[in-house]
Each structure stands twice: as C-alpha cells, then as structure tokens.
C-alpha cells in the first residue's frame, strides 16, 4: 500500500492480522500520523460499521487522559479499507522498565472519563499500550474492543475476569446456535427425503 485517502505512507509498523494492520503515514504537511486500516471483510463488516458510527467518530479530536487522540476516520475505496488515523505517539510498548506512576495515573484518569460517559470499548493490555521516551503512556486503539474480540487479538492474561467469562459465555452461546442451526438444517434435510 503507497497511499491511505490523502495519506502518505512511509511504512507498516504493524501487521495484526491479514486484515488490520497500523501503518506511519505522512499528510501533504509531512506532519505524522498511525493510521490503522481494516480491510473489508463479511465477517465483521456489520460490528465495524458500528464501532466507527458509535464509539470511535464521537471520540474524534478529543483529549482523553491516557489514550492515543483519534483524528479522523473513513474508507478508502481504492484499497478497500476502513481506515482510522490517530496522533503518531512514537511510542514503543508497554514494558515494566519504560512505564513510569504518572503515566499510569493519566491512563486512570482518561478511563474515569470513559466510565462516566459509558464507554468501555477499549483494550488495556500492554501490547495495545505505548510509551514515548519520556515515559508518557498512552492506550491505544479506543473504541475498537469487540472487533479486538471477535478477531481473536485480545490477551486474555490482561482481561477482567468478568469480561474473560463474558466472551467466554458469547462463545458458548454462539457455539450452541451453531449446533442448533445444524441440527435444523439436518432436519429439513431429512424430511425433504421422507
């Protein structure tokens, strides 16, 4: 990929999975930006739609404590991509050597805004944390949890215990429609022969 929408790109940073992958672009300004896409896909078509229109265009340009600023949001209908562009942080991930308390403070405060406004669309988990090189931390990603979910990018050694048994519940009732479904389908078949 040469170009996101008006988007230089200079190089991927990160693949992923075959389909989302984080790239460092450039504007026409040579200001720097992440942008991430996610290609189309049936699959998650229908929760990316979603995620874009109700979490992730109402946190568009706004500062949150903590977490990676969204700037701008779109499809880019050359490649095929949903393409979201955030602040290019330059920060490396999360280890315990390069975290520092008011970093950590400032993820805290950014996640009490979100409570308060019902927000809980966001993966905290050091891979999805970065830190620049004075030690600021921000999360990245806002906005993106479910679809996180549903391609399997999650940690699960990170997740509350009560989001574990959540997803783990959403599997099992998936799994059971499934059976459910076959079982119907094998159903009609059969009668379709009496």
Same mark, same amino acid.
């Given at each position: 990929m040469q170009q996101i929408n008006q988007y230089q790109v200079v190089q991927k940073k990160n693949q992923l999975t075959q389909d989302i992958q984080l790239w460092l672009c450039e504007n026409s300004e040579g200001e720097s930006f992440e942008v991430l896409t996610i290609a189309k896909n049936e699959r998650y078509d229908k929760l990316l =739609?979603?995620?874009i229109s109700n979490e992730v265009k109402s946190l568009l340009n706004r500062e949150i404590s903590g977490f990676q600023k969204v700037l =701008?949001?779109?499809?880019?209908i050359e490649n095929k991509v949903t393409f979201i562009v955030y602040e290019n942080f330059e920060g490396k991930e999360l280890t315990y050597e390069n975290a520092n308390m008011l970093s950590l403070k400032a993820i805290a405060k950014g996640l009490d805004? $979100? &409570?308060k406004e019902n927000r809980q669309n966001y993966v905290i988990s050091p891979e999805y944390i970065s830190v620049d090189r004075n030690g600021s931390a921000k999360v990245k990603f806002i906005g993106l949890f479910e679809l996180f979910k549903s391609e @399997?990018? $999650? @940690?699960y050694e990170? $997740?509350?215990p009560n989001v574990v048994e959540w997803i783990n519940e959403m599997i099992q009732k998936s799994q059971d429609l499934t059976s &459910?479904?076959?079982f119907?389908?094998?159903l009609s078949l059969l009668k379709a022969f009496l």
């Amino acid at each position: 990929m040469q170009q996101i929408n008006q988007y230089q790109v200079v190089q991927k940073k990160n693949q992923l999975t075959q389909d989302i992958q984080l790239w460092l672009c450039e504007n026409s300004e040579g200001e720097s930006f992440e942008v991430l896409t996610i290609a189309k896909n049936e699959r998650y078509d229908k929760l990316l =739609e979603r995620l874009i229109s109700n979490e992730v265009k109402s946190l568009l340009n706004r500062e949150i404590s903590g977490f990676q600023k969204v700037l =701008e949001t779109g499809f880019d209908i050359e490649n095929k991509v949903t393409f979201i562009v955030y602040e290019n942080f330059e920060g490396k991930e999360l280890t315990y050597e390069n975290a520092n308390m008011l970093s950590l403070k400032a993820i805290a405060k950014g996640l009490d805004v $979100l &409570k308060k406004e019902n927000r809980q669309n966001y993966v905290i988990s050091p891979e999805y944390i970065s830190v620049d090189r004075n030690g600021s931390a921000k999360v990245k990603f806002i906005g993106l949890f479910e679809l996180f979910k549903s391609e @399997n990018l $999650l @940690n699960y050694e990170y $997740l509350a215990p009560n989001v574990v048994e959540w997803i783990n519940e959403m599997i099992q009732k998936s799994q059971d429609l499934t059976s &459910k479904m076959i079982f119907f389908h094998w159903l009609s078949l059969l009668k379709a022969f009496l």
